[in-house]
């Protein structure tokens, strides 16, 4: 599976972004996905992840009451949508697939495929 993320650009602080990660290739086999970020000087951390049938866990630190993670298998898209934005939420966001088991989910090396990133950037 191919993963194509998407969405991410400059925003003021408290406003919203969605993101989308376009997958292609062979998506018969069902998959769990996942957001992760990367900002410069640290290391990549789980933002959000839902299951093949709809399951979300989200990081509990930032990401709980603020970024929603959906997905539309007809589309083959996960999206996470991310309201009142802060400047430290200004990183790279990368999606990721998962196949098999929903376990784990907050767990990068856990995943099979990678998107390229998308940048999001968040003025004060």
């Known amino acids: 599976v191919q993963l194509q993320a998407s969405g991410g650009g400059l925003v003021q602080a408290g406003g919203s972004l969605r993101l989308s990660c376009a997958a292609s290739?062979?998506?018969?086999?069902?998959?769990?996905a996942g957001w992760f970020r990367q900002a410069p000087g640290k290391e990549r951390e789980f933002v959000a992840a839902?299951?093949?049938?709809?399951?979300?866990?989200y990081n509990d630190h930032f990401a709980e009451g603020r970024f929603t993670v959906s997905r539309d298998n007809a589309r083959n898209t996960v999206y996470l949508q991310m309201s009142s934005l802060k400047p430290e939420d200004t990183a790279v966001y990368y999606c990721?697939?998962?196949?098999?088991?929903?376990?784990?989910?907050?767990?990068?090396?856990?995943?099979?495929?990678w998107g390229q990133g998308t940048q999001v950037t968040v003025s004060s």
């Open positions: 990721a697939a998962k196949y098999g088991g929903s376990g784990l989910l907050f767990v990068a090396s856990v995943y099979n495929d």
């Open positions: 290739g062979d998506t018969s086999s069902t998959y769990s």
């Open positions: 839902i299951s093949s049938f709809g399951g979300r866990t």
